[in-house]
């Protein structure tokens, strides 16, 4: 099918340079659960071009629920190649690199470079630190999802776009510093730490509610974001909540600092994408 035909209706919003920008993008999604598989749905319509897709878990029963393409005849299938089936089944011209193993900053900053912008789909906030610091050293846009439901009965989620050493999730505060600090400790110091908080951590797994809406709008909120800033048509928001119990979505200003190490010091450090 002729690309301005299949395009027609974004190009009434975008324009034609706008849609050859999607199409000549590369775009690195690393996280394919709940939200990644979403965001390479939405991006493949989009018409980017050219993917590279990172995850290093299989496919459990117990997310049937929310994994976009994912089949009941694809438990213990690696989600990196529902990823990219999904993928080649909405656009098989794209060319898309999947990579079955988490991500690695040994491994993947090389490749990274390549591309225009990194989509980061994590649950956990150590791997989370690793794709900011590859994004600021090359300072490449970096957006990142989350989505939570709280046992008080609030649910939601929220995106936040950096780009240009204007912000990151360091500086905004969206990491968790004792998870970080968790993520360094030896088995003996978690062992302590369990003790402390008084069940073991590592024990608790992926076992809170997670719902194929709430992660669609999350990461609708995102990839809108994304093209509105690759097309040219206004400057990303730089954080955006959802609140589904509320029904609203809103955003953030950012917050004050004097000086963060990722997004200042350490922007740019390895060249740009």
Known sequence: MDAE????????????????????????????????????????????????????????PSNLNRLIGAREGDVSFPKAGVAKRQIEAIQPGAKVQAYERHFD???????????????????????????????????????????????????????????????????????????????????????ADDEIYGVDRDALGETGPSVVSVNGVVASLAVTEFFAWLTGMREPRGYLTYRGDLATVGSRADAERDYCHYCMTLWGTLGSA
Request: hydrophobic share 40%.
């Open 5 to 60: 035909q299949r395009y027609s209706r974004h190009i009434e919003l975008f324009g034609e340079q706008g849609q050859l920008r999607i199409g000549e993008s590369t775009v690195a999604v690393v996280g394919l659960g709940g939200l990644g598989s979403h965001v390479v749905q939405q991006l493949a319509y989009l018409g980017v071009g050219r993917f590279s897709l990172v995850d290093g878990d299989t496919v459990d």
């Open 105 to 191: 900053p040994g491994q993947d900053v090389a490749w990274l470079g390549e591309c225009d912008a990194l989509f980061g789909c994590l649950d956990d906030d150590a791997p989370r630190l690793e794709l900011v610091r590859a994004a600021s050293a090359l300072a490449l846009p970096y957006v990142d999802l989350a989505s939570d439901v709280a046992p008080s009965g609030e649910f939601g989620g929220r995106i936040v776009f950096a780009k240009d050493g204007e912000r990151c999730l360091s500086c905004l505060g969206e990491l968790d510093q004792h998870a970080l600090a968790r993520a360094q400790m030896t088995p003996e110091q978690r062992a």
